[in-house]
């Protein structure tokens, strides 16, 4: 019995590294996110730069707002510089804490 393959079946070779390497950030550390989640953040990423009408674009600011809303945060830290302060920010939802509890 042979196994009918859908023609779009290599997705994974065009995939980007990103969610590929679960368990890793970009920066190579420890990266718990699922790879269900790196999915659903590339559509969103999608969406937002290449949809082509109200509704593509709707369904990305909609992605965006449940997968910010559902972030389990993955922090990178950064020291003050300048006029900015310590912190750190989320590497997917982009939310920040300031060490000082303020804003820059």
Not at 47 to 73: P, R, V, W
Not at 79 to 97: L, M, N
């Amino acid at each position: 019995m042979s196994t009918w393959t859908h023609p779009g079946a290599d997705y994974c070779s065009r995939l980007p590294q990103s969610i590929h390497d679960e368990g890793l950030d970009s920066n190579g550390n420890p990266d718990p996110t699922s790879v269900d989640r790196r999915w659903l953040w590339r559509l969103e990423g999608f969406l937002a730069i290449s949809g082509t009408n109200a509704s593509h674009h709707q369904m990305g600011a909609d992605l965006k707002f449940y997968l910010a809303e559902t972030c389990e945060h993955h922090w990178k830290t950064y020291a003050a510089e300048g006029d900015i302060a310590a912190h750190r920010q989320c590497s997917w939802c982009t939310d920040v804490e300031w060490a000082d509890g303020g804003a820059a």
